[in-house]
């Protein structure tokens, strides 16, 4: 059974940095994705890494802060998450799907899914 626990979150100033982790259990070389949802918003795609490190896609208003990562060694995915807006407060949820990289990333494509954790960014 595959399983991803992130953690990380908390509550930080508008301007700061904050890093996220994605434990990832029971299977291996899973492309990775990041989605987040604010409050009483719709899930958007963050950010996504390939099953073989080899390549990375970005949301375009994350692409100079945020920074996708993994640790296959750990079993983990990272989002360095750099100069963090008002508006980027939600819930993040990593989530994985087995197969070939893809263009583009939905929720409802991916195979498995994490639970979420909170980041609250204060102004």
């Known amino acids: 059974q595959v399983q991803l626990v992130e953690s990380g979150g908390g509550l930080v100033q508008a301007g700061a940095s904050l890093r996220l982790s994605c434990v990832v259990s029971?299977?291996?070389?899973?492309?990775m994705v990041w989605f987040r949802q604010a409050p009483g918003k719709g899930r958007e795609f963050v950010a996504a890494?390939?099953?073989?490190?080899?390549?990375?896609s970005y949301e375009d208003s994350v692409k100079d802060r945020f920074t996708i990562s993994r640790d296959d060694a750990k079993n983990t995915v990272f989002l360095q998450m750099n100069s963090l807006k008002s508006d980027e407060t939600a819930t993040y949820y990593c989530a994985s799907r087995r197969g070939p990289w893809q263009g583009t990333w939905s929720w409802g494509g991916m195979h498995y899914w994490g639970k979420g954790t909170l980041v609250t960014v204060s102004s």
């Open positions: 890494i390939s099953w073989n490190d080899w390549a990375t």
């Open positions: 029971g299977f291996s070389k899973l492309n």
